[in-house]
């Protein structure tokens, strides 16, 4: 069964504490893995999309990254605005299937 | 540009009762996916909608149907309220091929008593 699992599934940083967050996936024939931004009670905001192991791609304080096993989401320098839930997915066919999110706060 | 956009943004319903839901794709999208979303876990996939058929589809029972319109919006239908319904329905809308990134709408807060 296909499966994603987000950790930690809660982060508090300071503002200015970079950190990262992973997704861990097993899915056969990945076709993309997919990283939103969520706020609360909000929908899922994209962020970026990565199709195969050795991309990066980076948006402001934001850097995705990509193994065969793994993706990480690296936050440089963050500031109280980037306090989010970030959801990672991953596309086999349709649909995309979510892990649970990890809940950041930063705080000033 | 407009986003997704999507109907209401909040709605009480009673057990039993019947809702429908609404949603507009993305300029340019011709292609509609549903998913269900509980407090604390992410997006779970209903269905989704391609050329006005229901291309695939995720676990979830008959109760859940939707349609696809000529012009890509699309609705969704829920018979026979549970409890266990309440959450947040949220639209995704791509184009057509089976990669591309899916961008999503506010959502529709559903709350069933």
């Known amino acids: 069964e296909d499966q994603v699992t987000q950790s930690p599934e809660a982060l508090r940083l300071q503002e200015g504490e970079s950190s990262s967050l992973n997704c861990s996936y097993t899915?056969?024939?990945?076709?993309?893995l997919f990283w939103y931004r969520q706020d609360p009670g909000k929908g899922p905001e994209f962020l970026f999309t990565?199709?195969?192991a050795g991309e990066e791609k980076e948006k402001e304080r934001l850097k995705a990254t990509l193994t065969k096993k793994e993706s990480f989401l690296h936050i440089t320098a963050p500031k109280p605005e980037d306090s989010a839930t970030y959801l990672c997915?991953?596309?086999?066919?349709?649909?995309?299937?979510f892990g649970k999110g990890t809940r950041l706060s930063v705080i000033a | 540009d407009a986003g997704v956009t999507q109907s209401p943004t909040h709605l009480i319903k009673t057990r039993g009762q019947q809702v429908t839901l609404r949603c507009s794709p993305k300029?340019?999208?011709?292609?509609v996916s549903w998913y269900q979303q509980a407090l604390g876990q992410g997006p779970q996939f209903i269905f989704q909608?391609?050329?006005?058929?229901?291309?695939q589809r995720g676990n979830f029972p008959d109760r859940f149907s939707g349609h696809q319109f000529p012009n890509y919006s699309s609705e969704l239908n829920v018979n026979a309220l549970l409890l266990g319904d309440s959450a947040l329905y949220l639209c995704?809308?791509?184009?057509?091929?089976?990669?591309?990134?899916?961008?999503f709408g506010p959502g529709t807060r559903l709350t069933v008593l």
């Open positions: 995704a809308s791509s184009f057509r091929d089976i990669g591309d990134t899916q961008y």
């Open positions: 899915v056969s024939g990945l076709r993309g």
């Open positions: 990565l199709y195969s």
């Open positions: 997915a991953v596309l086999k066919n349709t649909p995309l299937v």
């Open positions: 300029s340019g999208h011709d292609t």
């Open positions: 909608y391609y050329e006005e058929e229901e291309r």
